[in-house]
């Protein structure tokens, strides 16, 4: 009788396995995965990418550093029809454009005339291959329109440095090029990497820093105030940002408002204005103005 009973509940059981199989094979995603874990897992993707302790930029998560972030509200960046971006919040912010060579002939009362505050002049670069110090031909033109047109001036040097010696030669070419002249704003250091082939393509991040903080302290010795320029790329990817709080930042963007979680003092957000006095396209910026107390 016990024997019997034994089979009955055995075929009971083979009876039901292929319903267990079928059940189980629907509650499958692809590759044999649970639909409920994989369910999980994007959970927790879309939970990292809220969660302000993490960045999520450039296919991986960033942990987020404990130095100054932005405070500026998204919604209160507007465009208009003709592709210019104002700010509405705290004390707003003014516009200006960054120029070298490339732009060409500018009738600079005409910039002025266009709702033009300020001015961002290449003053020299270093060659991305080579490496050689050229200034701008075009610098000591337009520094004197610019101030004549009573826009406030500064300058930016594009480098390419690899070394911390190469960042303190650019530094002190440029405070030659300078010659004591005044400055209403800072001079930025632009680090870029403009190819696969340049020199600069496979600098590691702390070497990166290290030349920038020396460009900044040479500047700082010639009487300037200096400033660190850069793409979402460059800052979150290649520098050291905890290691440069002491000077304020200039963000490349390009977009209808910055993501940047950092603080930054002015955002280049297009690199295709117009502007009168200018044939050629310029870049557009936004200079924030600090609240007063």
Not at 26 to 35: N, P, T
Not at 121 to 147: M, Q, S
Request: proline share 3%.
């Amino acid at each position: 009788m016990r024997r019997n009973a034994i089979i009955i509940r055995l075929t009971a059981l083979l009876l039901l396995l292929p319903i267990a199989v079928l059940s189980l094979g629907g509650c499958m995603g692809g590759g044999g995965r649970l639909r409920g874990e994989r369910l999980s897992e994007e959970q927790r993707f879309e939970n990292m990418k809220n969660d302000p302790a993490y960045i999520y930029f450039g296919g991986q998560f960033l942990r987020t550093l404990d130095i100054p972030k932005s405070e500026y509200e998204s919604e209160l960046f507007l465009r208009s029809e003709n592709g210019r971006v104002t700010y509405a919040g705290g004390e707003g912010a003014v516009m200006g454009i960054d120029l070298s060579e490339w732009q060409g002939d500018v009738d600079w009362d005409a910039v002025a005339a266009d709702g033009v505050h300020f001015v961002m002049l290449r003053i020299a670069r270093r060659g991305y291959t080579e490496g050689g110090l050229y200034a701008d031909p075009k610098f000591e033109e337009y520094y004197a329109g610019a101030t004549g047109a009573g826009l406030d001036v500064g300058v930016y040097f594009f480098s390419q440095a690899i070394t911390v010696e190469e960042a303190e030669q650019e530094a002190q070419f440029l405070l030659e090029l300078l010659d004591g002249r005044e400055l209403a704003l800072p001079i930025a250091f632009d680090w870029e990497i403009p190819s696969r082939e340049a020199r600069t393509a496979a600098l590691d991040g702390e070497l990166l820093t290290d030349c920038a903080i020396q460009f900044c302290e040479t500047v700082q010795l010639g009487g300037y105030q200096p400033m660190i320029y850069g793409s979402l790329t460059i800052a979150y990817l290649h520098y050291s940002l905890d290691r440069l709080t002491d000077y304020p930042f200039w963000l490349a963007q390009y977009a209808d408002a910055p993501t940047f979680r950092y603080d930054f003092a002015i955002w280049q957000y297009s690199d295709s204005g117009t502007v009168a006095g200018i044939e050629k396209a310029v870049d557009l910026n936004l200079m924030f103005l600090p609240e007063q107390e």
